[in-house]
């Protein structure tokens, strides 16, 4: 098997990450920052929220609009003002019911009905008398032109709703409230996920300046102490998944060119848990089609076969025998009974990836911190959302290791922690900051 232990060793060179490269990534990906804000060429869209960060003395109730995919919720959040909040009503239901007794997410279904359906819900939980401002996260691709005004750009997840591209989605759920008699549920903002996310970490902690969603996708925000539009703070949602300043290798290229937009969320495609087990897939696959290690049945060809919690599974896996691997290689690729140096290949491709995925991915926010506080005199509190940072065995150590070997001691600098419910809490917090400022 020294074969083997050749190739893993190539695959080691070819999936790391150097220190001088880590310096390098961060340095273009500040760059792609800068461009982005003065309206150059960049593949960081830089895309304005209109909304600057909370103070943490926001309070009352507020209602907010949790609508990123599918399935939607409303919630009916009371904030303090000592930056604590809880969600004291809630209704979570799908656009598209299983009976098939409606489907607002169909071309047949139209704009005007969907928001009528969501807001048919939010008067569930709207309180007897009183104005409540509402807050309304809305991850689809947007263009922003006020902090309550969002044009959808083109529907994705499989949402396909008519009448709605093109439109301002913030009018449209102003409309159908109006329509249902709810003039007093008034929208203030309307929010990307990753917004929501540094939102909910900054109601209770000044210092946060970074939002992530580390997850199925990836992107970051960052508060922007003077943007160029308003020449005050505001925060930037990125779109960083987009960012093109990686090298990419040939297995990075093979998912990337059989995706459905080659060349577009290149990041992304090397970071995010949606992918990362297909990259596995694909370095697997590359070693049994040279003979390393014995190819089972026909299953390691299925694209996508390897879904993120099964990359959990392995990273976890410390036992003498590798039994978790075994299992995950024999019900997802048919692969079975193979040597334990061969189960060890396939852990050891896991992490080279997943820990790659974290190493990027913190050189981005060491360009963010580069940028805002060059010589990283400030406290900074980096917000995260997501399974593969919740749940990753390693991963959020890695990304701490990653920051102690940029910026060594002054690393003591940078806190990075989970931030939950962002597209909720966030939207409740983005409304309140928004009204109070009126």
Known sequence: MEQLGTAVARLETELAVSSLLLQDIASRFQAAMTDGLAGKSSSLKMLPSFIGSPTGQEQGAVIAVDFGGTNVRVLLVELADTGRSRIVARRAFPLKDKLGHYDYTAESASGPALFDFIAGKISEIVPAGGIYPLGHTFSFPCRQQGVDQAVLISWTKEIKTAGVEGRDVGQMLQAALENRGLERVRLQAVINDTTGTLLTAAYSDPATTIGAICGTGHNSCYLESCHPLTKRPMIVNMESGNFDGVQQTKYDILLDQASEKPGAQRLEKMVSGQYLGELVRLIVSSLAAAGHISSGSESLSVPYSLPTEDISAILGDTSPGLE?????????????????????????????????SARLVAATWAGVLSKIDPGLVRQHTIAVDGALYEKMPGYTEQLANTMMEMFGDKAKQITIRLSKDGSGIGAAIAAATVYRGK
């Open 324 to 356: 978790a691997v075994a299992a995950v290689a024999a019900a997802r690729w048919g692969i079975t009974q193979l040597k334990v140096c061969e189960y060890k290949a396939i852990q050891t491709i896991v992490r080279l990836v997943a820990w790659r």
